[in-house]
């Protein structure tokens, strides 16, 4: 055989006895498999993965208190990231307890759905998705429950329909309170006056009407009340009333802000306030310097085209002449601060009584009641989208024979004025502000006109006789603005009737 053919066998004859060997259980560079028992060992196989946990599902619920209308549907959503996503939709028909179906936990708001993205950690709210009808009412939600997360069962969010009315009366420092008749308007004592401090005037309603707030003008301090959700009862909240600047005269309240025009220091306090307790605890700083005796506020709470959805907040000043502007910053998150508004204070007519908002092409107009005796006017003033500063519209100052106080009604379509035993009416031109009477004006009232009062669900108006302690109701059609005489008008309040508002 050739030298090279034999070299080639041979290579050949030893690597089929080397796979024969390795076949046969020879050593192999292979390692084991793990678990193995050693060399020819079969070894075994993983342990299974752990099962999932088990799906830990949370509920949400509540109580339905002054429900008298019908279609009122509320909705739990959950805010995925920025926006928000409905994850329920509940109709009411009735007062009392109700449970949404869906629930919310680590795996998504409902075991069945599969590869949801809303765990517990995640914020959620309940909220109004459709407000009832047959009678209109405005129901609303418990603050603390417009953005929550979710660590147990939650069974307390209230929903509150019922409207009561509240009088703060001077001469015998107290507050008198009134459930509204949903059909009717007509004002129902909620049982005997609430003692507040010394000359008790202006008062304001957080947004869920769960605390009202009355400001004491002698006493230099703040009352505190909690309200009951079916009754409207006032209790007082532990720690009250609360330290203020001197001589309060006007409150305001945003979400969890509260604000306190003070006349006799000439200075703004500001509050945060806890939405569960309603314990109003001081900003740091704790006041801002205004204008001299600022006595009206007025919030314009900001949209996504005016003001990037941050709150405006305008004071009168009687002494100065002048209306203050703040920016409310961060008023949606938890620091917050204000900003003077550029230019401001911006200069207005004299004796400042009311403000009211208005609507116009290109934004939101401003209306200061000048209470100037034989002189009264209403001022008007364009509020830039973007500075909020304010700009003299085109025929203002409006005369007027005299004037008490101005309203608008909630959809800024019609404007009030009292002025001596008469309510005046006039419609808001939607381009350029402007005000038109409206016929059938002015409304005699039979009594002195003092304040003018328009309840959250736009369909009743309430004007303010101090001297008498009365109110007298009128019902307000919001398609033409006309005001009619209220079945059982006037209401007697209290003694004096110094301040009367409707939440």
Known sequence: MHLLSRHIARVSTLTVALVAVTACGGESSTPP???GTGSGGTGSAPPPPPPPPPFVGYTVSGTISGLVGQGLVLKLYGLNYVRPQSLDQLPISSNGHYDFTTTIGTNGPNASVAGSFYPATFDYGVEIALQPHSPTQRCVVSDSYRNFAITANVTDVGVVCGEFSYSTNTADNAISGFSVDAYTGALVSVGPPVAAGRSPYALVSSGDKQH????????????????????GELTTVPGSP??????????????????????????LSVYRVDQKSGVPTPWSPASYATGTGPSVMAIEPGNATFGGFTPILYIANAGSNDISAFWLLGAHGPEQALESVVGSPFRSGSSVTSLA???AAGGRVLYAANANGVDATISGFSIDPNTAALTSLPGFPFPLPSCN???TDQTSTYLYATAGTNV?????????????????FPVAVGANADSIG????????????????????????????????MPGS??????????????
């Open 242 to 267: 609360f330290a203020a600047g001197t001589r309060p005269r006007a409150l305001a309240l945003f979400r969890s802000t509260l604000f306190v025009a003070n006349a006799g220091s000439d200075n």
């Open 424 to 440: 005046l009416g006039y419609s808001i031109d939607r381009q350029t502000g402007a005000l038109s009477p409206l016929p059938g």
């Open 357 to 359: 908002f208005g609507a």
């Open 490 to 503: 006037p209401f007697a309040v209290g003694k004096s009737a110094d301040f009367f508002a409707t939440f």
């Open 33 to 35: 498999s793990v678990g």
């Open 212 to 231: 009202l707030y009355v400001a004491n003008t002698d006493s230099n301090d703040v009352s505190a009340f909690a309200v009951d959700r079916s009754s």
């Open 405 to 407: 106080y101005i309203a």
């Open 454 to 485: 328009i309840d959250p669900t736009n369909q009743f108006l309430y004007v303010r006789n101090g001297s008498a302690g009365t109110v007298i109701g009128l019902e307000l059609n919001a398609a033409t603005g006309e005001l009619t005489p």
